[in-house]
């Protein structure tokens, strides 16, 4: 199925996102963590893919095993950075044999060693060139997008790159982590203003580890509201407190956002079940009401 069809339900679509294990980890690390998220009925769940395609196959792997063996639609994350057409067209064939219908188009990042000179020379430069290619191999494709805009452009500069890539065929959009709801409804105001009409799904991670937390913010440029930094302030140290309050953060982000009517959450699970059961749990009459 084309997970944009999901988005005409008139109900919010839950998500989960998942990553391959790392290369000092064997896949089958991740079997079960795939079976548990399964029984918590997700819409669809997406599998990142490694920069520079260093998780390629298990990226494969584990969405086919998503959408083949649990009949869960899978969305593969697929990078362009420094990919040429032929290693595009590969990876589009693995995808294709494996019943995989939905793809999130993604630039990547640019590799810390990379030649200015050698950023735009790829056979994709942005990732509104993989999304029409992808489109014209018949993919329903997701696009990513920035509340507080990408990190290498202005807010204006960035919001017109957005209506680029909607209009190369996006189908839905899913958004980086934020941890302030106001700063997406504003975000949305404008997107409306230009004209960008597909879906919009609000990434929400619930935060376990203030570390990583710090270390993930500074990386994509999200700011931290001062309630959130308290959190983190006053319980970085007890672990256990954290992780209460991090996932009372996030069920109270995501009751917000679908009173205000988001049409999609998506999770980052960070492979964690008893997280995602929580925050499940918290949610499970809201999510069926209508929008
Ligand atoms: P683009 O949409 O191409 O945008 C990149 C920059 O170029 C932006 O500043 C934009 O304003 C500008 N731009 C875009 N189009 C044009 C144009 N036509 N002309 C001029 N400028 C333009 N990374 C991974 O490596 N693996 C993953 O699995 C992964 N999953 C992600 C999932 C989500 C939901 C999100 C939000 C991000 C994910 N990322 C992942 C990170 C992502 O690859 C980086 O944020 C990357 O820097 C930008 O990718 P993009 O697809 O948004 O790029």
């Known amino acids: 199925m084309k997970i944009k069809d999901m988005y005409n339900k008139n109900r919010p679509v839950i998500s989960f996102e998942v990553f391959p294990p790392n290369t000092n980890h064997s896949i089958e690390t991740i079997y079960d963590t795939i079976h548990d998220l399964a029984t918590f009925n997700p819409d669809f769940v997406s599998v990142t893919y490694g920069a520079g395609g260093s998780t390629r196959g298990k990226t494969v792997e584990i969405a086919s095993l998503i959408k083949n063996k649990y009949n ?66 018949d993919f329903c494709v997701a696009g990513a997008y920035y509340p507080e805009t990408h990190y290498e452009n202005n807010d204006l500069m960035d919001l017109f790159n957005l209506k680029k890539k909607v209009d190369a065929g996006t189908d839905f959009l899913i958004s980086q982590i934020f941890f302030d709801n106001e700063l997406l ?38 700011s931290l509201p001062p309630k959130f930094q308290r959190i983190l302030e006053k319980y970085a140290d007890k672990p256990e407190a954290l992780t209460e309050a991090g996932i009372a953060y996030a069920i109270e982000q995501i009751i917000d956002l679908i009173s205000w009517g988001i049409d999609g959450i998506h999770l980052y699970t960070m492979n964690k079940v008893d997280t995602t059961k929580k925050i499940m749990d918290s949610i499970s009459h809201i999510r069926d009401l209508s929008k």
């Open 72 to 137: 869960i639609e899978s969305l593969a994350h697929l990078t362009c950075v420094g990919a040429s057409k032929s290693e595009i067209d590969s990876i589009i064939k693995e995808y294709q044999s494996n019943n995989i219908e939905n793809i999130l188009s993604l630039r990547g990042d640019f590799p810390k060693d990379m030649d200015e000179k050698d950023k735009h020379n790829g056979d994709f430069t942005y990732a509104s060139d993989l999304t029409a290619y992808l489109k014209k191999n």
């Open 185 to 222: 409804y504003k975000f949305k105001d404008k997107t409306d203003k230009i004209g960008i009409n597909v879906p919009f799904s609000a990434g929400i991670i619930p935060v376990t580890n203030a570390k990583q937390i710090k270390r993930i913010t500074s990386l994509c440029g999200c």
